[in-house]
């Protein structure tokens, strides 16, 4: 959980290191802050949706057998190919 708060808090500073670049007018700081923004919303949803992943295996065991199963089959079946 301290993962997505900490995120969440680079994503606001990204946030507000755009704001003051496109206040002062420069465009280093508008790049930076724009990248470190969206570089934590992705590293948050990623989380998010680990977490999602791994409370759906933990509620239904068989099923993320099975998942598992299938995509090792398919990367097997990729890997294997000439």
Known sequence: MSGKI?????????AAEQQWGEATDSPR???????????????YAARDAADCIKDQVQS?????????GAVGVV??????RK
């Open 60 to 68: 239904n065991p068989l099923a993320g057998l099975a998942v598992a």
């Open 29 to 43: 700081h508008r790049v930076r802050g724009a990248a470190r923004r969206y570089s934590n919303q992705a590293s």
């Open 6 to 14: 900490e995120d969440t808090v680079k994503e606001l500073a990204g």
């Open 75 to 80: 990367i097997g079946f990729l890997l294997g």
